[in-house]
């Protein structure tokens, strides 16, 4: 149970330190959050659909 609630943990740092790095980006080219969204996708992150490619770990 200490393991897996190590992992949420360092699961919800991870996802803070990339809002925070969407949030300086907002801030560095002085872009509304609206029109970031609506430019980038909102709710359709750039790394969508990566799981589902090979990764040819485990083949020999």
Request: charged content about 20%; aromatic content about 4%; glycine content about 12%.
């Amino acid at each position: 149970m200490t393991v897996l609630a190590s992992r949420f943990a360092a699961l919800g740092d991870n996802a803070r330190a990339f809002m925070g790095s969407l949030q300086r980006t907002i801030d560095l080219h002085d872009v509304e959050e609206e029109v970031f969204l609506a430019v980038h996708g909102a709710g359709t992150p750039p790394i969508n659909g990566l799981a589902s490619r090979p990764t040819g770990r485990g083949t020999v």
